[in-house]
């Protein structure tokens, strides 16, 4: 049995593997209500347990590539003490491998998808060294082609403009991309002439190392956070489809794999899945995903994936009719039930849910979650009704990867952004049964096929876990919780 872990940069996780089995993956903000808590934690150390115990760990960063950029960049500490971590978790004395941080978000990807071959993107702000690569996987085996290293990175440019306007940085990505359809991307080719002096994707020469920010760069007084971000995301979008392209014209395979932090950026996953429709990305493809990576990495061997309910489980049985008595009157409704999505969208185990019909949905379910009034929602759809709403760039998106343009905005106001897109769940019986029935059943007494989905958390904070969790959330929020 293998634990795979990923610690000491944000978002600490644990993944237990049996042979090609993924038993149980946590990840620690959940267990120590820190958001993107970097230390792992003897909460999850002993649910893990509770599923076997491991005979080898494997950890997702080389330690010595890691200490040397470290060592180049100023970072502190130089050097993680591995050995200490895992003996103050109890986990001491057990044989311990590491692999690279990037070969594992590549492993992650492949021996998750159903390909025999692929053509991997992984893209992220940093690994040890590595802030891009792209490799080649055929049956058992993966051959790194091309690599970036830092300080030239895609991703700190990102989360540097993150940061810029007044986000955090690793964490609030996301609202940058949603800010971006508020915006012109009038400074796109200003901020690729600013900040690269080289531009030839996959390859780029960054003129700054970005990894603290870049506060001193000065735009003109009209610019907006909006055109900021307008600006960002096309910056991204045109380095990741230059290097996709780049891919198909190098590269034999027409499966595509897309992983790293970058990967979590479905308004530009949808422009890839254009040129590659055979596009598979691991539900949580940034570092917690990692620990289920680093198993791969270390074994070279499918994984039998049947989903990312993985983590906590909470054994209840769900009141479907009562969820949709107070859905029909109009109230939001949580959902604790089940194990916990391992990645960072809910999925319909730990979830808020209304009717994402009418005008008030949206500012209702805001006011809630303390979120910006602009963001929408995300709506969970009968996978056979997916192609009835919205202009589907993918036969099937069930975790959320992907931007449609929703072809009846104004009936949903609540799950449209104001460019019309929503970023769409289908649900078919494989993915997840109960969540399946809830919304049959929904379909059946309201006649419409989707639900507002989002998880089940205060912005900033991590998802509801435990079912002490979810009454903690009912005392405080007054949400009614299922
Ligand atoms: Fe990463």
Not at 102 to 110: F, K, L, T
Not at 157 to 164: E, G, H
Not at 316 to 327: A, C, G, H, W
């Amino acid at each position: 049995m293998i634990l795979g872990i990923n610690c000491d940069n944000h978002d600490a996780s644990m993944a237990l593997v049996d042979r090609d089995n993924i038993l149980w993956a946590g990840h620690s903000e959940r267990y120590s209500r820190l958001k993107n808590d970097s230390i792992l934690n003897k909460d999850m150390v002993d649910e893990m347990l509770s599923y076997g115990k491991p005979d080898v760990i494997v950890i997702s960063d080389q330690p010595l590539l890691k200490s040397s950029r470290r060592l180049f960049s100023g970072e502190r500490p130089i050097f993680t003490r591995y050995k200490n971590i895992l003996k103050q978790i109890g986990l001491g004395g057990i044989s311990c491998e590491f692999v690279g941080h990037h070969e594992s978000h590549a492993a992650a990807g492949y021996f998750t998808s159903k390909f025999n071959d692929a053509s991997i993107l992984v893209v992220d702000s940093i690994g040890e060294w590595d802030t891009v690569s792209i490799w080649e996987a055929r049956g058992q085996s993966l051959t790194r082609i091309i690599s970036c290293s830092y300080p030239n990175s895609i991703g700190l440019f990102y989360s540097a403009m993150t940061q810029y306007v007044g986000l955090k940085p690793n964490e609030e990505e996301y609202i940058l991309m949603g800010m971006a359809a508020l915006g012109e991307p009038k400074l796109a080719s200003e901020m690729i002439d600013t900040f690269f002096s080289r531009w030839d994707p996959p390859k780029i020469v960054s003129r700054y190392n970005l990894h603290k920010g870049c506060k001193w760069w000065e735009c003109d007084n009209s610019i907006t956070k909006f055109d900021i971000a307008a600006s960002a995301q096309a910056v991204i979008e045109m380095y990741l489809l230059q290097t996709i392209k780049w891919m198909k014209r190098n590269l034999l395979s027409n499966n595509l794999i897309f992983m790293g932090g970058v990967a979590l950026n479905c308004i530009a996953n949808s422009l890839l899945a254009k040129v590659y429709p055979n596009i598979h990305i691991m539900p949580n493809p940034g570092d917690a995903g990692n620990s289920i990576g680093a198993c791969a990495a270390l074994t070279y061997r499918k994984l039998n994936w049947k989903g990312p309910y993985l983590g906590t489980n909470i054994d209840r049985e769900l009141d479907i009719d009562k969820v949709i008595q107070n859905l029909m009157r109009g109230e939001i409704v949580g959902i604790a039930n089940g194990r916990a999505e391992f990645g960072p969208r809910a999925l319909g185990n730990r979830s808020l849910l209304c009717d994402p019909r009418g005008i008030q949905a949206k500012e209702k379910t805001n006011t809630i979650k303390r979120r910006e009034q602009f963001r929408p929602f995300a709506p969970a759809v009968l996978s056979e009704h997916a192609h009835d709403y919205f202009d589907m760039p993918v036969g099937e998106s069930p975790y959320m990867q992907f931007i449609s343009k929703c072809k009846d905005a104004g009936s949903f106001p609540a799950i449209c952004h104001t460019d019309y897109t929503s970023r769409v769940q289908t649900v078919s019986e494989k993915d997840n049964p109960t969540f399946r029935s809830l919304l049959e059943r929904w379909y059946e007494v309201s006649g419409c096929p989707m639900l507002l989905n989002t998880s089940l958390n205060i912005k900033g904070q991590p998802l509801v876990n435990t079912w002490n969790d979810a009454v903690e959330f009912n005392n405080v929020h007054g949400v009614k919780i299922f």
